[in-house]
Each structure stands twice: as structure tokens, then as C-alpha cells.
């Protein structure tokens, strides 16, 4: 078996000869001095071999791990050689030197790309001994020439779909008018999911219109009329364009959102027993509402121990405000519950008519809100679609940019979602050829 071969091949790299290796045991390190084959350069204008060499270029480059050996250093001497027919000299044309970062070959770029897919650049910088500022340059070239190629599935099933947005950053508001007027200003990142990959098909920055529209450009116009539910928040940006871009959807409310709305309008019943409670020095009441107990006090009753539910019926029993508002939560909820949408609605009227009873001020307002998008939360009554999936991979996408320390580059934050929970990777986009030559050089957004 030729094994200089072999380690030519195992390093991505064509077309050269070895002339020395050296190993240095202690440092896992490898130098491998490599020379280009003359009958393999050829002039980039007319094509043609070289009729003679004028000088031998010395580089190093960095290489893949071999094996134990993370550290691979490959001394490559270029050809420069003279065309007869151009009258011209120049340096032959080497395929797997990287197009833009000249200091390392095609495989160890994509090596390294695919390891910056999973974990961070910094943690990719010290297992392969290089420059983390490097790694960074080279991971945002790489996402932004494999975003030329990101396609989605051709069975991708677009029947359901979900939208939510993820914080990005808080920025101070500078030029600030009025006394009252903002400090801080909230960034979000508006991704488009689809439940049943559990994949981030596209992104943008922003929590409006805009952002939504063009999260929903990559899909085509026939990709939009198959779409039959899309789930999302009550927030009416959102409805608007699902509208106008997928006319055959059904805009469905999710439920999470939805219990954070009841939970709302019971914490503010909540405070304001608290409060009463607290002037009238009443001890049982200020401690069974005191605000680390609000979620006791929403959870359902199956959830609950047998000691808890002793004290909430003991609440009940002295507290008539805080029992009319625990059952209109509970009965809400039952109403979520129903699986069809008669049965619901039928539900959903004995609930509006306890509300307007026990004239809860914060109740009678999410009553006016339920019935704004009553329509829509029939359709997640019919569909059970919620933004479940959405709120998972956002869990996850938090999980990111804590690794990367936060994130102050937009553009970057929207490609390493798309990186680490859609598309934009080495499993959706074959790049195997990226090992022995990239494609033409993109420009790079820095």
C-alpha cells in the first residue's frame, strides 16, 4: 500500500508530491512538506503546461487532524512558472487552497465549518490550535455561501406551520424625547417553523410585518396555498400577512398564549386582594397571595397535592373574589379542553356569562379579547396546532446565544439559528466537495 498516497488523500490536498514529514510527539503536532507535480500546472488564461519554472513559492497551510494529531502543518511549494503563449509568469492554479483564507486548505475549512455547526468558534479554535477570530471570519463565509444553496426539502409537509419571535438584545435608545419615553429597546428575531420537522425554515430580524413576510420568502407561491393552519400569538402584524400570503390558512391562537393572557388577568385580581389584605392585617390572606404562591393558585387541580388543595379550599371558602377567579381560569381551561368546536362554544358561552357576574374588571377585559379572536381560537379547538414546537426551539436558540456570550451581530444571530435549528448545515446541504474546492468567493458581510 502506497501510504504516501494515502496521507495525501487523507488531507483533502491533489496533485503533490512528499518530500519530508516530521512528527513531533509531544506537541501532536505533524509537518508535512509537500511539492507541487510540474505535469499538473497549467497557465489560467490559455490552458496550456507551463514551459518552464521560474521559482518555487513556499506556504503553510493549516490541514486536517490525523488521527491523535490535531495539529497538521502542510509546507506547500507553488509552482510560478512561465506561459510561452501568454509571454506572461504566474502562480499555477491550486484547487484546494481555500479561495479567501489562503492559510489553510479546503478540508480543514470544512472540517472546522462543520464542527462551528455544533459547537462555538472559540471551542473549535483550541481543538484545532488555530486563531478563534479566524474561525469566526471563516464560519460567516461559510454560512454565507451556503445560503446560495439552501433549499427545503422537496417533502416537506407545509400543511402546518408556526411563527414566534426570540429575543435577541436590549439596546439603550439613544436620542431619547420626553421624560416618560423609553430607555431600553427590546430586539426580536421572527422565525418561521414548521411543527412536524421541527426545523427553522427561514428568519428575520424584527417582530412585525416585514419580518414575517420575509421569514415566509422562502417558500414559493404554491408552497403558501398548500399551508392549512398557521399558528401564532395574538399579535395582529402577524395575522395580517398570513392572510394576505396564505389565503387557504386558518390563523389558529395558540394556547400558551392564551393561558398566559388568563394567568394575567388573575395575577391582577391577585395583587389587588393583596393589597386589601394586607391593609386589613389580615395574616391568611397575605400569605396564601403572596406573589410566589400565584402559580399554586392557577395550576390545575389535578396537578395539585392533596395539602395543597386543603389550603386553596380554605382560600375559597374566606375569599369570594379569588374563588370566582380561580374557577373562571379552571373553566377556561376545560373550555381549551373540548375537541370539538360546538362543544366548545357551548362552554365558552357559560364562561362568558360567570364573567359578566362576578364583574372581575381584568376578566371582562380578556373576555372582550377572546371574543376579537374567538374565530381563531376555534380553528386551534379544530387543528390543535399550537406554537409548542416554535417555544422549544427557541429554548434552544436561548441555549446558543448564552454559549456564544451573546450575540451583537444581527446578521450572524439570524444565520446561526438557521445553522444549529434549520437548514443551514452539512446534514441538509451536501457539502463534501467544499473538502477539495470551495466555490467562488462570496462577499462576505463582516
Not at 495525501?8 to 503536532?29: A, N, P, S, Y
Request: with cysteine; glycine share 4%; aromatic share 10%.
Amino acid at each position: 500500500m502506497d501510504f504516501a498516497n494515502a496521507i495525501i488523500r487523507f488531507l483533502g490536498i491533489q496533485d503533490v508530491v512528499i518530500e519530508d514529514l516530521k512528527i513531533f510527539k509531544k506537541t501532536f503536532r505533524v509537518e508535512l512538506k509537500v511539492r507541487q507535480k510540474r505535469e499538473s500546472c497549467f497557465c489560467t488564461r490559455c490552458g496550456l503546461q507551463f514551459d518552464g519554472v521560474k521559482e518555487w513559492d513556499l506556504k503553510e497551510l493549516r490541514a486536517p487532524p490525523l488521527g491523535i494529531f490535531q495539529h497538521v502543518v502542510v509546507k506547500f511549494m507553488q509552482l510560478r512558472g512561465n506561459c510561452h503563449d501568454c509571454s506572461r509568469t504566474e502562480v499555477a492554479k491550486v484547487d484546494w487552497i481555500h479561495p479567501k483564507f489562503d492559510s489553510m486548505t479546503c478540508a480543514f475549512a470544512e472540517t472546522a465549518g462543520r464542527l462551528m455547526e455544533e459547537i462555538t468558534c472559540e471551542a473549535v479554535a483550541r481543538i484545532l490550535h488555530h486563531d478563534s477570530k479566524a474561525m469566526w471570519y471563516l464560519d460567516q463565509y461559510r454560512m454565507e455561501v451556503m445560503l446560495q444553496y439552501l433549499r427545503l426539502p422537496e417533502d416537506l409537509d407545509l400543511s402546518y406551520l408556526c411563527a414566534d419571535e426570540v429575543h435577541f438584545r436590549t439596546e439603550e435608545v439613544k436620542n431619547r424625547v420626553g421624560l416618560f419615553a423609553k430607555r431600553r429597546r427590546p430586539e426580536f428575531v421572527t422565525n418561521l417553523v414548521c411543527p412536524k420537522a421541527g426545523k427553522v425554515l427561514f428568519n428575520a430580524m424584527g417582530r412585525d410585518s416585514t419580518a414575517l413576510r420575509t421569514a415566509m420568502s422562502i417558500l414559493s407561491k404554491g408552497q403558501k396555498l398548500t399551508v392549512e393552519h398557521f399558528a401564532v400569538d395574538m399579535h395582529e402584524p402577524f395575522i395580517s400577512v398570513i392572510k394576505t400570503e396564505c389565503p387557504n390558512a386558518q390563523v389558529n391562537i395558540d394556547r400558551f398564549h392564551l393561558a398566559q393572557k388568563v394567568n394575567e388577568a388573575f395575577d391582577k385580581v391577585r395583587r389587588a386582594e393583596f393589597k386589601k389584605a394586607k391593609e386589613n392585617k389580615d395574616e391568611f390572606n397575605t400569605n396564601m397571595l403572596e406573589p410566589h404562591r400565584r402559580f399554586i393558585l392557577v395550576a390545575r387541580e389535578k396537578d395539585l397535592s392533596k395539602a395543597e388543595q386543603k389550603l386553596l379550599d380554605k382560600l375559597r371558602r374566606v375569599n369570594e373574589p379569588i374563588h370566582t377567579a380561580m374557577l373562571l381560569v379552571e373553566y377556561f381551561h376545560k373550555a381549551l379542553d373540548k375537541t370539538s368546536v360546538a362543544s366548545f362554544r357551548k362552554t365558552l358561552l357559560t364562561w362568558y356569562q360567570v364573567v359578566r357576574e362576578s364583574k372581575l374588571e381584568p376578566f371582562m377585559k380578556f373576555a372582550k379579547l377572546i371574543r376579537k379572536y374567538r374565530k381563531n381560537i376555534e380553528a386551534y379547538i379544530s387543528s390543535r396546532l399550537t406554537t409548542a414546537v416554535a417555544e422549544g426551539l427557541n429554548n434552544k436558540i436561548k441555549v446558543l446565544r448564552r454559549m456564544g456570550y451573546g450575540y451583537t451581530n444581527p446578521i450572524s444571530y439570524c444565520r446561526k439559528i438557521l445553522q444549529r435549528c434549520g437548514y443551514l448545515n452539512h446534514l441538509s446541504i451536501n457539502t463534501d466537495e467544499f473538502f477539495f474546492k470551495w466555490p467562488n468567493p462570496a462577499k462576505t458581510r463582516r
